[in-house]
């Protein structure tokens, strides 16, 4: 089986450039950004998510002109011929599009692997060298960005609006205390049920009356004081 080379392609242009060597090994990295919210009472903050952060891929792309290569019966370089030109191709991916005002998306693919990305970082490493001084080999570590517009995430991630409120129709007999322990697993916890639906007595309730549960912790508007 032929040895499936990584490919770099200008989603601009449409223009494909051949990995020479594949890389020995690749670095993806992706983060989330969370706040911190401080609550008098709690142990520790509340953490409430903020944006999640572009990936990166990261990986050392090899290139060597000492011989002469070939793919598909083309010639791709002859033998000891400037390395340069080869690293300019990748490094020609950073300059800005006269048409879209910017450096191209480009396409990394390898094998399973898809990455729509930018081109961030390029840092050339030359490291051999013929008598005359002409670099014919060199190890050019990149960093790719991950590019994501808005259509492209409306169409993979169809949200929907987070709503952590719950309702409690109440029955026969049910008391505050008993609804606690049902959906707060305390029946202590029954205060924050009665400021939410400002409950003046909560010895009664009227059986059908819709109650709303806020999520704990449930911090007193009134007080400050926070139920958890």
């Not at 340069?84 to 800005?96: A, F, G, Y």
């Not at 898809?114 to 081109?119: A, D, G, L, R, W």
């Not at 014919?136 to 409306?154: G, I, K, W, Y």
């Amino acid at each position: 089986m032929a040895l499936e080379k990584a490919l770099l392609t200008n989603r601009v242009t449409k223009e494909t450039i051949q990995v020479m060597f594949n890389p020995e090994e690749y670095s993806l990295n992706r983060d989330n950004n969370f706040a911190q919210h401080a609550i008098p009472g709690l142990s520790a903050p509340i953490l409430q998510f903020v944006n999640g952060n572009m990936q990166t891929l990261e990986m050392e792309l090899f290139l060597d002109t000492y011989e002469a290569n070939r793919s598909n019966n083309r010639v791709l370089n002859q033998a000891g011929s400037d390395v340069r030109e080869l690293t300019k191709k990748i490094t020609d991916l950073m300059n800005i599009d006269r048409t879209t005002h910017a450096p191209p998306v480009v396409l990394f693919t390898w094998g399973l692997l898809s990455f729509t990305c930018v081109i961030a970082r390029a840092n050339q490493h030359f490291v051999m060298f013929m008598p005359d001084g002409t670099p014919v080999r060199a190890r050019v570590q990149v960093t790719l960005n991950e590019f994501r517009d808005v259509d492209l995430e409306a169409k993979e991630i169809k949200r929907e609006t987070a709503d952590f409120t719950k309702f409690h129709l109440v029955g026969e007999n049910e008391t505050l205390s008993a609804i606690a322990g049902q959906l707060y697993g305390s029946p202590r916890l029954w205060r924050p049920i009665a400021l939410r639906n400002h409950v003046e007595d909560p010895r009664f309730l009227a059986v059908g009356t819709r109650l709303v549960v806020p999520q704990l912790p449930y911090r007193n508007p009134d007080t400050g004081e926070v139920y958890q």
